[in-house]
């Protein structure tokens, strides 16, 4: 069974840091570009960071550039996203993703995790 499960987030404060976790399993996740996404109470779900398959090429939103980084270990088939400086607008479920197309392609996201709570109080 295909998973992507995600874990590592909760209640901190502004100025905070928190790093998020997205384990894979029934697939081979070096396979995949993995990204990872969040959706605020009575928004749209917005991209946040994604991260190549091999790891070596990133991207971020501009609201994030600078605070969050995204990372992966391929031998672990496991995604992270670091988050520092958290900030109150932060706050939303993060979902993690991921898609077999080539990086720099647009499209949809095939696999997505459950989503995992994060927020941040002023």
């Known amino acids: 069974q295909v998973r992507l499960v995600e874990s590592g987030g909760g209640l901190v404060q502004a100025g905070a840091s928190l790093r998020l976790s997205c384990a894979a399993s029934g697939v081979t996740s070096s396979s995949y570009t993995m990204a990872w996404f969040r959706q605020a109470p009575g928004e749209e779900r917005e991209f946040v960071a994604a991260?190549?398959?091999?790891?070596?090429?990133?991207s971020y939103a501009d609201s994030v550039k600078g605070r969050f980084t995204i990372a992966r270990d391929n031998a672990k088939n496991t995604a992270y996203l670091q988050m520092n400086s958290l900030k109150p607008e932060d706050t939303a479920v993060y979902y993690c993703a991921a898609t077999t197309r080539p990086w720099g392609t647009s499209g949809k996201y095939e696999l997505w995790g459950q989503g995992t709570q994060v927020t941040v109080s002023s």
């Open positions: 991260v190549s398959r091999s790891g070596t090429r990133t």
